[in-house]
Nanobody, 121 residues
């Protein structure tokens, strides 16, 4: 069974920083793109950043220049460094990944449970 477990959320003042981590575990043979999404109350879930297995990145315009996504392929972990946080960054942040399980040729998409990030002004 595959699990994605996020950590690092919490309460921070505006202008501060947080680093989220998401660890993948289970019978995984390979991980392709890993992503961070977020969902604020009353809003749809939105893509924040994504990183390919080779390290190519893509960011939402609202976080470009403030957030940095990275990954450690050996540890099967993806990170989101969030700097210069604003009130509008308050949301539940979800990890998402396309991966293959051992013995399965299909690429499947998985979600973590989410971690709350609250930015106070």
């Amino acid at each position: 069974q595959v699990r994605l477990v996020e950590s690092g959320g919490g309460l921070v003042q505006a202008g501060g920083s947080l680093r989220l981590a998401c660890a993948a575990s289970g019978t995984i043979s390979s991980i392709n793109t890993m992503r961070w999404y977020r969902q604020a109350p009353g809003n749809q879930r939105e893509l924040v950043a994504e990183i390919s297995s080779r390290g190519s990145t893509n960011y939402a315009g609202s976080v470009k220049g403030r957030f940095t996504i990275s990954r450690d392929n050996a540890k099967k972990v993806v990170y989101l460094q969030m700097n210069s946080l604003k009130g509008e960054d308050t949301a539940v942040y979800y990890c998402n990944a396309d991966l293959r399980q051992v013995g399965d040729v299909s690429l499947r998409n998985y979600w973590g449970q989410g971690t709350q990030v609250t930015v106070s002004s």
